[in-house]
Nanobody
Framework: VQLQASGGGSVQSGGSLRLSCAASGLTFSDYVMGWFRQAPGKEREFVAR????????FYADSVKGRFTISRDNAVTTVYLQMNSLKPDDTAVYYC????????????????WGQGTQVTVSS
């Protein structure tokens, strides 16, 4: 299984980025997908997750209203649209997959992707 994240970069405060995570080696529609992030010196934290069909999405309070998670099962990719970015959003962002929603909720999914760096300057 591979989860290949991309789309990170450096933006100014208030800017936008769109992260993508292309999955392979698994039946994508069987998996809940999530995004997590880890800032320097901090623990990894949940950002957003989306259900198998894409019908339900959940967000951390810190990103609610600014970030949108979506998925396209036809191309086995999950996205994270990040708007109104703040310096506090600076982190390495990771995508993750698990068959069970609970595993994503508690931050222990079976599969992790490599991270992509997001840097927001003030």
């Amino acid at each position: 299984v591979q989860l290949q994240a991309s789309g990170g970069g450096s933006v100014q405060s208030g800017g936008s980025l769109r992260l993508s995570c292309a999955a392979s080696g698994l039946t994508f529609s069987d998996y809940v997908m999530g995004w997590f992030r880890q800032a320097p010196g901090k623990e990894r934290e949940f950002v957003a997750r989306i259900s198998w069909s894409g019908g339900s999405a959940f967000y951390a309070d810190s990103v609610k209203g600014r970030f949108t998670i979506s998925r396209d099962n036809a191309v086995t990719t999950v996205y994270l649209q990040m708007n109104s970015l703040k310096p506090d959003d600076t982190a390495v962002y990771y995508c993750a997959a698990d068959r069970l929603d609970q595993k994503i909720r508690v931050g222990s999914p079976i599969y992790w992707g490599q991270g992509t760096q997001v840097t927001v300057s003030s």
